[in-house]
């Protein structure tokens, strides 16, 4: 593994390192809260997607990546006008029943998208599919700012070591563990916000 690894950092190349770069400053600059992380997000899934139609043959993963650029834009412009009055939205929590529904829909559209794709040359239908829906969800949680997107991404992150690991694609694996470790982090980060969000509001 150690030694594909290193194979795959040295066939790196420019557009390769830009997809890793703009990837990473996406991900932290959202962990910390920071809007302006979007437009990085916008320029890596839109090469990504290329990379996972083309050399992968990861369909719903490109297909997947059209839609973050979409939501890329969404996503910036609800982080700085999609609060009250055209203020920056807060964060907020989650309520527990729409997490059922999450899970329940991501489920089903997983296995119908997977049934979908498994008649075609797509590798790992199934894996795909399902990795697919639930960043979707992950995403459009993401978007509206709601704290408990970290935990999906955590998971989501996790089963995107495995899919990328079994093919071949080592250095996209490596890039998904450093994902699920910032999610955390960011989870702890954002839950600390709102507390002292709610611990302000309790004063006022």
């Excluded at 290193?6 to 066939?11: I, K, Q, R, S």
């Excluded at 059209?66 to 939205?89: I, P, Q």
């Excluded at 890039?175 to 702890?188: F, G």
Aim: with cysteine.
């Amino acid at each position: 593994m150690l030694e594909q690894l290193l194979n795959d950092v040295a066939a790196l190349g420019t557009l390769d390192w830009i997809v890793t770069g703009t990837a990473l400053i996406y991900v932290t600059l959202s962990a910390r809260n920071n809007p302006w992380g979007w437009p990085f997000g916008i320029v890596s899934c839109a090469l990504w997607g290329y990379a996972s139609f083309f050399e992968y043959d990861l369909y719903l993963d490109a297909l997947l990546q059209v839609f973050y650029v979409v939501m890329g834009f969404l996503g910036l412009y609800n982080w700085l006008k999609g609060g009250a009055e055209g203020k920056v939205l807060p964060i907020s929590r989650l309520p527990l029943q729409q997490h059922a529904w999450i899970i329940i829909t991501g489920g089903v559209l997983g296995l119908l998208f997977g049934y979908a794709f498994s008649h075609t040359s797509a590798a790992a239908t199934y894996w795909d599919a399902f990795t697919t829906t639930f960043s979707i969800m992950a995403t459009i949680l993401l978007v509206l700012r709601q704290l408990e997107t970290w935990l999906y991404w955590i998971v989501v992150d996790a089963a995107y070591v495995g899919l990328y690991y079994s093919r071949g694609a080592i250095l996209f694996a490596v890039l998904m563990v450093i994902y699920v470790l910032i999610a955390a982090i960011a989870y702890r980060s954002w839950l600390r916000q709102v507390d002292q969000e709610d611990f302000g509001e309790k004063l006022a």
